[in-house]
């Protein structure tokens, strides 16, 4: 097993940006069975690395304005790090901010299992095939970059509060069931069929700097937990609030400085005010927010040039659902009698629901048999004392508060979707109520435990981390 480190010594980090903006027609993912083809772009897509350097340790940020990664592409960029840059595969933290205006890599939203799809059809799954190699070849790139450019550097961590752009999305309704607050009510006195909001958000708003000695500002690491889904289901190609985040940065901090932003465990979080049927969407005004009080945050930090650095992972098996048998007959049935999607339209563009969600149930069911349980891995990056905790998927923002609540070290930031796509991880209470998060889906497929496992087994993992 691989010890940690525990001598600090002098930082050298290096970072860089690589403009991964896909071609018209590309799919665009973060929408279910709707043909999303780019026609415009709000803001271009980066792939950005950040390298640290310390006593012989190394670890590489690459914060991605994507959607999804699948554990496909996350293994072949890990790869080429290692063979050409000298990481460790698990020294490689890949996190897609799950902006909802950009591609995925990799196909996620059916099993491997789940029969053919006529190659017109594979967005169904999820992905597109022919914008997969043109962002991989952008992503290493974008480390190679920032590896070169590794220098001497002065880290400083704060933390603000920001409570103003992000809503628990799971209203609690009159019966107890919940439903998820839209940006638009029919009603002229607002969402009234809301009784409270079931959980918390997480305000914090992390900020890491990366300085030279002549207090040049070269990079950012902001963590911050919120759905970014401004622009959903425009056919718009957008890096959503992330983006607008780290371009106010830069014009605060100047043209070289690379922020990375670090989406938290947002699996409940959404921009959309559940009270407010007066909201005007706008992911710009939301980075305007966040970089404000990130640049209250930054007026006050204290500024360091030696840190421990380290990072270890943790591999925990987490057991798929079984799927109703009543559910999987009726999807089976309905399969059998339309193998090939069920469309809602004459131009082929949406799928019918019934139909996906047969789609989805069987999907559980091949992944749940083929499997059995789910390797799921944890990755903690400790840089002085602030530790970044990976996680793939979308856990609750119970969980990533639990976590916090539970660290030996603060700051603690959680950093989501990291790795590979799991899909959601609620409360186990979440359950009782229902609601999209929780039906059985190939986005929503592991058992309730879930997220229990995936919070003890982080905090164990800290613990050794930091050696408490």
């Given at each position: 097993?691989?010890?940690?480190?525990?001598?600090?010594?002098?930082?050298?980090?290096?970072?860089?940006?690589?403009?991964?903006?896909?071609?018209?027609?590309?799919?665009?993912?973060?929408?279910?069975?709707?043909?999303?083809?780019?026609?415009?772009?709000?803001?271009?897509?980066?792939?950005?690395?950040?390298?640290?350097?310390?006593?012989?340790?190394?670890?590489?940020?690459?914060?991605?304005?994507?959607?999804?990664?699948?554990?496909?592409?996350?293994?072949?960029?890990?790869?080429?790090?290692?063979?050409?840059?000298?990481?460790?595969?698990?020294?490689?933290?890949?996190?897609?901010?799950?902006?909802?205006?950009?591609?995925?890599?990799?196909?996620?939203?059916?099993?491997?299992?789940?029969?053919?799809?006529?190659?017109?059809?594979?967005?169904?799954?999820?992905?597109?095939?022919?914008?997969?190699?043109?962002?991989?070849?952008?992503?290493?790139?974008?480390?190679?970059?920032?590896?070169?450019?590794?220098?001497?550097?002065?880290?400083?961590?704060?933390?603000?509060?920001?409570?103003?752009?992000?809503?628990?999305?799971?209203?609690?309704?009159?019966?107890?069931?919940?439903?998820?607050?839209?940006?638009?009510?029919?009603?002229?006195?607002?969402?009234?069929?809301?009784?409270?909001?079931?959980?918390?958000?997480?305000?914090?708003?992390?900020?890491?700097?990366?300085?030279?000695?002549?207090?040049?500002?070269?990079?950012?690491?902001?963590?911050?937990?919120?759905?970014?889904?401004?622009?959903?289901?425009?056919?718009?190609?957008?890096?959503?609030?992330?983006?607008?985040?780290?371009?106010?940065?830069?014009?605060?901090?100047?043209?070289?400085?690379?922020?990375?932003?670090?989406?938290?465990?947002?699996?409940?979080?959404?921009?959309?005010?559940?009270?407010?049927?007066?909201?005007?969407?706008?992911?710009?005004?939301?980075?305007?927010?966040?970089?404000?009080?990130?640049?209250?945050?930054?007026?006050?930090?204290?500024?360091?040039?030696?840190?421990?650095?380290?990072?270890?992972?943790?591999?925990?098996?987490?057991?798929?659902?079984?799927?109703?048998?009543?559910?999987?007959?009726?999807?089976?049935?309905?399969?059998?009698?339309?193998?090939?999607?069920?469309?809602?339209?004459?131009?082929?563009?949406?799928?019918?629901?019934?139909?996906?969600?047969?789609?989805?149930?069987?999907?559980?069911?091949?992944?749940?048999?083929?499997?059995?349980?789910?390797?799921?891995?944890?990755?903690?990056?400790?840089?002085?004392?602030?530790?970044?905790?990976?996680?793939?998927?979308?856990?609750?923002?119970?969980?990533?508060?639990?976590?916090?609540?539970?660290?030996?070290?603060?700051?603690?930031?959680?950093?989501?979707?990291?790795?590979?796509?799991?899909?959601?991880?609620?409360?186990?209470?979440?359950?009782?109520?229902?609601?999209?998060?929780?039906?059985?889906?190939?986005?929503?497929?592991?058992?309730?435990?879930?997220?229990d496992i995936v919070v003890e087994a982080a905090i164990d993992l800290l613990h050794e981390v930091f050696r408490t």
């Amino acid at each position: 097993m691989r010890e940690v480190q525990q001598q600090p010594g002098s930082l050298r980090a290096g970072v860089a940006q690589v403009d991964i903006t896909p071609k018209a027609g590309v799919q665009l993912a973060g929408d279910i069975g709707r043909r999303r083809p780019a026609r415009l772009v709000s803001d271009p897509l980066y792939a950005k690395a950040l390298v640290f350097e310390c006593n012989g340790c190394k670890l590489c940020f690459v914060g991605l304005d994507l959607t999804v990664i699948t554990r496909q592409y996350s293994a072949l960029i890990r790869q080429a790090a290692t063979e050409n840059f000298g990481f460790e595969p698990e020294a490689v933290m890949i996190h897609p901010t799950q902006t909802h205006s950009a591609p995925s890599l990799g196909y996620f939203m059916l099993d491997e299992d789940f029969p053919a799809l006529p190659p017109q059809y594979d967005w169904i799954r999820g992905g597109d095939e022919s914008y997969n190699s043109f962002a991989v070849e952008g992503i290493v790139q974008a480390i190679r970059l920032a590896n070169e450019a590794l220098q001497p550097v002065q880290i400083g961590v704060g933390s603000g509060i920001e409570g103003r752009v992000a809503f628990n999305r799971r209203a609690v309704k009159r019966d107890g069931s919940v439903g998820m607050p839209g940006r638009r009510w029919e009603n002229p006195l607002g969402p009234t069929w809301i009784r409270y909001l079931e959980g918390p958000i997480d305000p914090e708003l992390g900020v890491m700097c990366v300085r030279t000695e002549s207090l040049r500002m070269v990079a950012m690491l902001v963590n911050y937990t919120c759905h970014p889904v401004h622009l959903l289901p425009k056919p718009i190609v957008s890096a959503d609030w992330p983006g607008a985040l780290a371009d106010q940065l830069r014009k605060a901090y100047g043209q070289d400085c690379v922020a990375v932003v670090l989406n938290g465990a947002c699996g409940n979080i959404n921009p959309w005010p559940p009270y407010n049927s007066d909201y005007v969407e706008d992911h710009r005004r939301m980075g305007r927010v966040l970089a404000a009080t990130a640049g209250k945050v930054i007026e006050t930090l204290p500024f360091q040039d030696e840190a421990i650095l380290d990072w270890k992972t943790k591999h925990v098996k987490i057991p798929l659902r079984q799927v109703d048998p009543q559910d999987l007959d009726k999807a089976e049935k309905l399969l059998a009698q339309y193998p090939q999607p069920v469309w809602t339209d004459e131009q082929c563009t949406r799928v019918d629901s019934d139909w996906m969600r047969a789609a989805e149930v069987l999907s559980v069911h091949l992944c749940q048999q083929r499997e059995g349980a789910l390797d799921y891995e944890i990755q903690v990056f400790r840089v002085g004392d602030t530790a970044f905790v990976g996680l793939p998927g979308e856990p609750f923002v119970e969980g990533g508060l639990r976590i916090k609540l539970a660290s030996p070290t603060y700051p603690t930031y959680i950093v989501h979707m990291t790795t590979h796509y799991v899909g959601y991880i609620p409360t186990k209470e979440a359950f009782d109520r229902g609601g999209h998060e929780v039906a059985t889906s190939y986005w929503a497929k592991l058992v309730p435990e879930a997220l229990d496992i995936v919070v003890e087994a982080a905090i164990d993992l800290l613990h050794e981390v930091f050696r408490t």
